[in-house]
């Protein structure tokens, strides 16, 4: 018998083999060094295969990552379409200009977007008492204003803090202690949720 295929070898090894073919094999491994070194060589080769869990992520971040998604993978909360709206521009991410100088920090203006609504916010923040004024204005493409729309602020899973729109789409949480924030939009077609729109460290 010539060597061994390694394929067949590979099918023995997972039990995938007739047993006429298995005696014959198995004789041959017996009688031929070479294929019985590379049988045990694949043997080892797959036992570090099945032991090696250094592909696997840590489990606290697979957890983590399933968590920051879960709106997205649920889009429904109590039968309201749920909408993740999209940082378009902050300010943050701006370059200061040259030659200006300010005293305190300056405002922080956002712009989420989803679908065809805009949400626009101001944060400011009050060094004095660590509190934080928010200020926004809900928009549309349509010639449409969000009145008496509800808001909430949100941090660490539990709503702290709901306002309502005006007869422009505009509202406001003055002075709420700094956190991390999410803020959501109640529309007639779904809820808009503006992840991280505050960080407590920022």
């Given at each position: 018998m010539r060597h061994v295929n390694i394929?067949?070898?590979?099918?023995?090894?997972?039990?995938?083999?007739?047993?006429?073919?298995?005696?014959?094999?198995?004789s041959h491994l017996t009688n031929c060094g070479e294929c019985a070194e590379l049988k045990q060589e694949?043997?080892?080769?797959?036992?570090?295969?099945?032991?090696?869990?250094?592909f696997e992520p840590p489990a606290e971040l697979v957890q983590w990552g399933v968590n920051l998604f879960q709106p997205v993978m649920q889009p429904k909360v109590g039968g309201v379409r749920r909408m993740?709206?999209?940082l378009i521009f902050d300010?943050?991410?701006q370059p200061a200009m040259a030659g200006v100088r300010r005293v305190g920090a300056p405002p922080r203006q956002l712009?989420?977007?989803?679908?065809?609504?805009d949400v626009d916010v101001k944060i400011e923040s009050m060094e004095a008492n660590d509190r934080i004024t928010l200020?926004?204005?809900?928009?549309?493409?349509a010639a449409k204003f969000f009145d008496n729309t509800p808001v909430k602020l949100e941090s660490h899973g539990i709503v702290r803090y709901r306002t309502r729109t005006n007869v422009v789409g505009e509202f406001s949480f003055d002075e709420v202690p700094k956190d991390t924030y999410h803020l959501s939009v109640d529309l007639p077609e779904g809820?808009?949720?503006?992840?991280?729109?505050?960080r407590g460290n920022s």
């Open positions: 394929e067949n070898l590979i099918n023995y090894m997972d039990g995938q083999t007739l047993d006429v073919e298995k005696s014959t094999l198995e694949f043997q080892a080769f797959m036992v570090r295969l099945q032991e090696d869990a250094s993740i709206a999209s300010t943050f991410d712009l989420f977007r989803a679908g065809d609504v200020v926004g204005q809900v928009l549309s493409n809820q808009i949720t503006l992840f991280c729109v505050h």
